[in-house]
C-alpha cells in the first residue's frame, strides 16, 4: 500500500508539472483528491489494516494529499499570475502621453455683449424685468397701441412687422419697447429696469440688417426726472462701454411713445469719422434712440403724468458689438462659423 502511495504521488507531482491549464489542474484534482479520486480508494482499504499499518499509511496518504493539494493550489496561483500579467501588458497605459484635446465652448460675442451692457446699467441702479414682462412674441396691443403707434403707422405694415396666423393682432415683436408697458402694468413708480431679448423686423437682408436682432430696453419713472437725468445716465453707459474718447453725439428724433425723443450717434470704428460703406460715408452710427415718456404712454397705464415723467431708451445689441469689435457685417453674429465667433474668447 505504501508502494502504491508514493506511485500515486510521483504520478501526480508528474501530472502537476505537465498541467498548462486550469483545466488541466482541475482535472488533476478530480483524478486524485475528490471523493472518487485514487487517494480516497486508497483510504477506503485502511480500515482492512493492522492498527499500526493503519497508522503508518494513514498519515502517509493525508500527508501526500496535503502535499498535493500545496502544489495544486500553488500552480493555480501561478497560471492566476500569468494570466494578470499579460492583461496588464496588454492593457497598458502610457500615463505620460500627452491627453486628448478636448475643445472647450464659451458664450456667443452677442451674449457676452448683452451681459456687458446690462452689468453697466445694473451698476447704474437698473434692474432687469422679469421675463414675463418680455415676450418675444406679442400683441399688437403692446407692440404697438399701448406705445402710441397710429393705426396708419409704416411700421405695422406686413413690410415691416412679422404677423403670426395665430390670431389677427399677433405679431413677433418689432422692438422690446411693449416691455415699457408690461412693467408698467404690473408696478408703480419708481421704476426702473432694462429688458433685453430678441425683437423680428421684416427686412431684406444685407451685411447692415437682418430679420432679427436684439435690442437692450430702459425705462426710469418716478417724480422730476429730466431729460438731463436721460443724458446722464445714457453719457454714463457709453463711457463705461465705449471708453472716454470715442466720440458720440445726441440728434434729436421722432418716437410715437416719446417726447421730445433723440437718437445717439458713436463714430464709425471702421473709418475713424471718415465715412465708408459701414456708415454709409457718415462717418456716425447709430447705436440708440430715447426720450421722455410721452404723456399718453404713462396715462394709458395709469400712472400721472402730472406727478411723474420718465425715460426710455432702446439700443441695439448688434450695433454695440459691431462698433466695439469692429465687425462690417451683421450676418456674421448668425452664420455659426466657428472662426469668427473664436475671436471673442476672452
Ligand atoms: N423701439 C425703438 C426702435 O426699435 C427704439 C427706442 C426709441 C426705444 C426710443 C425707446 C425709446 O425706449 O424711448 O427703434
Same mark, same amino acid.
Request: with cysteine; hydrophobic share 25%.
Given at each position: 500500500m505504501k508502494e502504491q502511495l508514493e506511485k500515486i504521488y510521483s504520478d501526480a507531482v508528474m501530472d502537476i508539472e505537465k498541467a498548462l491549464t486550469v483545466k488541466d489542474l482541475e482535472d488533476i484534482k478530480f483524478k486524485y483528491l475528490s471523493r472518487k479520486g485514487e487517494l480516497n480508494e486508497i483510504k477506503k482499504g485502511l480500515? +482492512?489494516? %493492522?492498527p499500526d499499518d493503519k497508522k503508518v499509511v494513514g498519515s502517509l496518504a493525508n500527508e501526500i494529499s496535503n502535499k498535493l493539494e500545496a502544489s495544486i493550489s500553488d500552480k493555480f496561483q501561478k497560471f492566476y499570475q500569468q494570466e494578470l500579467n499579460s492583461k496588464l501588458e496588454k492593457e497598458k497605459i502610457d500615463v505620460t502621453l500627452p491627453g486628448k484635446y478636448v475643445p472647450q465652448g464659451h458664450v456667443h460675442p452677442l451674449t457676452s455683449t448683452t451681459n456687458e451692457i446690462v452689468s453697466i446699467f445694473q451698476s447704474l441702479g437698473f434692474s432687469v424685468a422679469p421675463n @414675463?414682462? %418680455?415676450? @418675444?412674441? @406679442?400683441?399688437e396691443y403692446f407692440n404697438f397701441d399701448m406705445l402710441n403707434v397710429p393705426q396708419d403707422h409704416p411700421a405695422r405694415d406686413v413690410q415691416d412687422t412679422f404677423y403670426t396666423n395665430i390670431a389677427k393682432n399677433v405679431v413677433l415683436r418689432s422692438q422690446t419697447s411693449g416691455a415699457q408697458i408690461h412693467v408698467m402694468e404690473n408696478q408703480k413708480p419708481p421704476i426702473r429696469i432694462i429688458a433685453p431679448g430678441r425683437v423680428y423686423r421684416n427686412e431684406n437682408i444685407n451685411s447692415r440688417k437682418n430679420n432679427f436682432f436684439h435690442q437692450i430696453e430702459g425705462l426710469y419713472v418716478d417724480k422730476d426726472i429730466t431729460f438731463g437725468d436721460l443724458k446722464g445716465v445714457l453719457n454714463e453707459f457709453i463711457r463705461i462701454y465705449f471708453g472716454a474718447s470715442r466720440p458720440t453725439r445726441f440728434r434729436n428724433s421722432f418716437f410715437p411713445f416719446t417726447e421730445p425723443s433723440a437718437e445717439v450717434d458713436v463714430q464709425c470704428i471702421m473709418c475713424e469719422g471718415k465715412g465708408c460703406r459701414t456708415c454709409s460715408g457718415t462717418g456716425w452710427l447709430e447705436i440708440l434712440g430715447a426720450g421722455m415718456v410721452d404723456p399718453n404712454v404713462l396715462r394709458g397705464v395709469g400712472i400721472d403724468p402730472d406727478v411723474y415723467s420718465g425715460f426710455a431708451f432702446g439700443m441695439g445689441v448688434e450695433r454695440l458689438a459691431m462698433l466695439k469689435y469692429a465687425?462690417? +457685417?451683421?450676418?456674421l453674429f448668425f452664420n455659426n462659423d466657428v472662426r469668427f465667433s473664436e475671436q471673442f474668447k476672452g
Open positions: 480500515k +482492512d489494516l %493492522s @414675463e414682462c %418680455s415676450p @418675444e412674441v @406679442e400683441t465687425i462690417d +457685417d451683421i450676418r
